[in-house]
């Protein structure tokens, strides 16, 4: 995919702000001097049966693209592909009606879509939203001495996964859900009143993954302290009983070159660093001396996972881009 996208030629029109070049989250467009647009779409297949919970775990982890950025979904069209011989419309309809209510929580309008037919049930959003053009996030600002801080447990993947043979305790099953359904909009509100350099979403990557993009936009090292990540209940123990995901082997095949471990961790708990995520947390670096009230800012607002993981450091030449420590 990277050289996919190296090999495109570049755009020149100055008002594009964020383009593809950054591997971030969404492309902003500026259209004045004080307002951008920010753009993304994004489909997933079902992490669950329940259509209503399909639609809104679907539409939060589209909308994360646009909070990613620091900015505001206002208009959202459905992008659905559906086997309408196989399924009734009234499982249609559910897929609908979650997405809509968390589209209506995020504070945007359902504008319209479009339909296919296709033997897999798929279903997401395309988003615009709204930025001021200086105070869009982007994964490319870290700076040196900055802290890493995360707002959501990583291991939903293999959590889903296991669930299929029936191996996670539903109390656990039912926390890993509310995560993957709970909008990134309050961590969004809450660290836009702080000074963040860059920020991005945890998705299909994995945390290492989507940290290392970070770390290439800086030209900087990230350290990744692991004792320190939140993990979901039962995830560590499903990669010890020997499940995986689908996207392990490939999120570890990219990013393990540009990667260093200061410490042994067993071949579970590496995993957990290339576990998949659907609408994860975001991932933010900022200012040392404001990590600690952020923190308490996400805290107090509900979000009771939220932790600093991390530092931002130099790098030279010699050295990876990510460390595990």
Same mark, same amino acid.
């Given at each position: ?13 100055? @008002?594009?702000?964020?383009? =593809? ?14 307002? &951008?647009?920010?753009?993304?779409? %994004? !489909? ?22 646009? =909070? ?13 592909? !559906? ?34 037919? %296709?033997?897999?049930?798929? =279903? ?36 889903? @996964? ?21 909008? @990134? ?33 800086? %030209? ?28 392990? %082997? ?9 990667? &260093? !471990? ?11 660093? =290339?576990?998949?995520?659907? @609408? ?46």
């Amino acid at each position: 995919m990277n050289a996919l996208l190296e090999s495109l030629p570049s755009e020149t029109d100055p @008002n594009l702000i964020v383009g =593809f070049e950054t591997h971030d989250d969404a492309g902003v467009y500026r259209l004045s001097d004080e307002l &951008a647009l920010v753009v993304t779409a %994004d !489909f997933i297949t079902p992490p669950t049966d329940d259509p209503e919970m399909f639609g809104r775990i679907s539409a939060a982890n589209a909308l994360s693209d646009v =909070f990613a950025m620091g900015g505001r979904p206002v208009t959202c069209l459905n992008l659905v592909a !559906f086997p309408s011989k196989k399924l009734p419309a009234s499982v249609l309809a559910g897929i609908i009606r979650g997405a809509q209510e968390k589209i209506t929580e995020a504070g945007a309008v359902l504008a319209g879509g479009h339909t296919v037919e %296709d033997p897999e049930p798929k =279903f997401g959003l395309a988003v615009t939203g709204l930025v001021h053009p200086e105070k869009c996030w982007t994964n490319a600002g870290a700076r040196d001495g900055d802290a890493l801080l995360l707002t959501k447990p990583i291991g939903s993947g293999v959590i889903l @996964n296991a669930n299929l043979k029936g191996w996670v305790p539903q109390q656990h099953l039912d926390a890993c859900l509310e995560s993957l359904q709970t909008l @990134n909009r309050t961590a969004a509100e809450c660290a836009s009143q702080f000074t963040v350099h860059a920020a991005t979403d945890v998705t299909g990557f994995g945390l290492a993954g989507h940290t290392l993009e970070m770390a290439r936009g800086a %030209d900087l090292c990230f350290e990744l302290k692991f004792d320190a990540l939140p993990v979901f209940n039962s995830a560590l123990e499903m990669y010890e009983r020997g499940m995986s995901t689908g996207s392990n %082997d490939s999120n570890r095949d990219q990013a393990i070159p540009q990667m &260093a !471990f200061d410490r042994e961790l067993t071949k579970a708990q590496s995993s957990l660093l =290339f576990d998949p995520q659907t @609408n994860g947390g975001l991932l933010f670096a900022l200012p040392e001396s404001e990590a600690d009230d952020l923190v308490e800012a996400l805290k107090r607002s509900g979000l009771a996972d939220a932790c600093c993981v991390g530092t931002v450091t130099h790098r030279d030449q010699t050295q990876t881009y990510l460390r595990i420590v």
